[in-house]
Structures are given as structure tokens and as C-alpha cells.
């Protein structure tokens, strides 16, 4: 079956960074699409970054650009977040999700999803 396994999230402080990894199994990674959405409590999913299934396509959110950067290895089936400039507001849980080839800033039409890890950043 397909595991999604995010690691990487923590305790950083304002202005640190961190990186995510999101290691797939259970599905041919180089045909899908890969997406980083966020949930803060109380509040609701947000779409974070995206990649299609070459890399060759990026997309993030406003509130992240240029601080965020997405990136995948397809040979070792693992997408990455790379965060900096951390702000309190990034502070929520993860997720990483898989869709068919290209992305998308939707979470509903993801298939597959992660189960999340935890990202705090004090100030």
C-alpha cells in the first residue's frame, strides 16, 4: 500500500531553518506529483509548495515565497521542504501528498497524504 513518511519538523527558532522530507513507497514516485499543505490549529489546510512528477514545475504559496523551496530526488522516491527565514506564523503541522504527474494548490484532489510532522517556531 502507499506510505507517505514525513520527517524533519522540530523546534526552531524565528529566523531558523529546517527541512522536511517526505519518503514515498507503495507507488511508482516518478508519476506523481508531490505537495506540501499545512495545517495550524484552529485552523484550516492551506496549500504550502508543489512539484510535478520530473521537477521540472514548482510552485509555492505567497506566504512562503521566496523562503521555501521544493525539490525531489526520484531515486531515492523522497520530496523535500526546504524552510528558512522561519516565522512563529509557519508554526503547524506538515503534510506531504501525492497526485497523479502535475501538481496542484488543491488538497482535495491529492489521493495520498502523509501523516504529518509537527513544525514550532518560537520567537
Known amino acids: 500500500q502507499v506510505q507517505l513518511v514525513e520527517s524533519g519538523g522540530g523546534l526552531v527558532q524565528a529566523g531558523g531553518s529546517l527541512r522536511l522530507s517526505c519518503a514515498a513507497s507503495g507507488l511508482t514516485f516518478s508519476r506523481y506529483a508531490m505537495g506540501w499543505f499545512r495545517q495550524a490549529p484552529g485552523k484550516e489546510r492551506e496549500f504550502v509548495a508543489a512539484?510535478?512528477?520530473?521537477?521540472?514545475?514548482?510552485a509555492v504559496a505567497d506566504s512562503v515565497k521566496g523562503r521555501f523551496t521544493v525539490s525531489r530526488d526520484n531515486a531515492k522516491n523522497t520530496v523535500y521542504l526546504q524552510m528558512n527565514s522561519l516565522k512563529s506564523e509557519d508554526t503547524a503541522v506538515y503534510y506531504c501528498?501525492?497526485?497523479?504527474?502535475?501538481?496542484?494548490?488543491?488538497?482535495?484532489?491529492?489521493?495520498?497524504w502523509g501523516q504529518g510532522t509537527q513544525v514550532t517556531v518560537t520567537s
Open positions: 501528498a501525492a497526485r497523479s504527474l502535475v501538481w496542484d494548490r488543491t488538497a482535495s484532489r491529492y489521493a495520498y
Open positions: 512539484i510535478d512528477w520530473s521537477g521540472g514545475s514548482t
